[in-house]
């Protein structure tokens, strides 16, 4: 759903640095190498990021959709 | 004992210990990960919660936010003197979190937890919490506490925590005819070839996997390796809530204090 704090097999913090990961592996870097330079050396910590998918940023998108619906039919402004 | 600090950083600590045994390093790593106190966050009160992740799931990741704990100032809750269930002010830390996604989604990060003690706060203040779409709010009081590895690995100070036996490798240079086959096959590139001898690169690197004695074309093998008796590399790796050389410290202080305890159980064993 959203990027684990830790890494599930040694206990790493790797939460902080996804936001990074994703931004530079999207900019078109190598994944292994943006890895190494965040200092995630072990497998069991790279595996986290590699294969970790944002699931959170589709479920938002109905909430966002129904408060975009809410606000065209006037629901906050109405007396 | 003897001890040589290899490489040293804020997290990470590696050395070199002659003259122990193996149940001795094994007692310090287990001390380590087992008994070294730190700070986590162990109980949540939710006020407000409308994202979309269940009260449970934001508990638990708050309780996984490493804090930067102080030892001194605080008591673990089992030895405090208040003998309080909710705790007092010298075993409990409060944070608070309050937030509302006013205009569009937004992310709330660990650094957005408001500490009563500005000395405990996470290690790192980018850590994504939840994230919020327009309209959700998402309120709560949460209660850190010292408390150690064996109860839950929240309260690990450490990542990674390992020794292995300082390797030995004996190149037997009549016999050897500098072939390379055992330089190609070590995954960890220990051996490298100089002219018509093998010579050892990085011998700290070497994991004792013998590939390139299997691999050696030569009967007997021309290379051996081994390992020296009583020596160790120890690699330790913080998780950021104590330096690396105060989790060793406070690990032989605690390993001497259940080792009297020991000794005392025994005296009352034997009268
Ligand atoms: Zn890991
Ligand atoms: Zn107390």
Redesign the pocket.
């Known amino acids: 759903m959203i990027i684990p704090v830790r890494c599930f097999t040694c206990g790493k913090l790797i939460g902080d640095k996804w936001e990074e990961f994703a931004r530079r592996v999207k900019m078109g870097e190598n994944a292994g190498d943006v890895l190494d330079s965040l200092g995630i050396k072990r497998y069991c910590c790279r595996r986290m990021l590699l294969s970790h998918v944002e699931i959170i940023d589709e479920v938002l998108r109905f909430y966002e959709e129904t408060e975009k619906r809410r606000e065209a039919r006037g629901y906050y402004y109405r007396e | 004992m003897e001890i040589e600090v290899l490489e040293k950083d804020d997290k990470n600590i590696r050395l070199l210990v002659r003259g122990v045994d193996t149940p001795f390093m094994n007692a310090l790593r287990r001390n380590i990960l087992a008994e070294v106190p730190c700070m986590a966050i162990d109980e949540v009160v939710i006020i407000e919660n409308s994202s979309v992740l269940h009260d449970e799931i934001i508990a638990h990741r708050l309780g996984l936010i490493p804090l930067k704990t102080d030892l001194e100032s605080y008591?673990l809750?089992e030895e405090?003197?208040?003998k309080?269930e909710f705790?007092?002010?010298?075993?409990?830390v409060t944070l608070t979190l309050d937030r509302e996604a006013k205009d569009g989604t937004v992310t709330v990060y660990s650094g957005e937890l408001v500490s009563e003690n500005p000395n405990i706060t996470p290690v790192s203040d980018k850590i994504p919490i939840i994230k919020l779409a327009k309209g959700q709010k998402l309120r709560l009081e949460a209660y850190a506490r010292l408390g150690k590895g064996k109860i839950h690995a929240k309260w690990q100070p450490v990542s990674m925590c390992a020794y292995k036996h300082m390797p030995q490798i004996k190149i037997d240079a009549k016999n050897c005819d500098a072939c390379g086959r055992c330089v190609e096959i070590c995954p960890k590139k220990v051996l490298a070839k100089n002219g018509d001898k093998i010579e050892i690169r990085d011998l700290l690197a070497c994991t004792l996997c013998q590939d390139c004695v299997d691999v050696c074309p030569k009967e007997p093998p021309a290379i051996e390796v081994g390992w020296e008796k009583n020596t160790f590399i120890f690699n330790l790796e913080s998780t950021g809530v104590l330096p690396p050389e105060r989790i060793l410290e406070e690990a032989l202080k605690i390993l001497d204090k259940n080792l009297e305890e020991f000794a005392k159980q025994i005296e009352v064993q034997k009268t």
């Open positions: 008591n809750p405090c003197s208040c309080s705790g007092c002010n010298l075993c409990r």
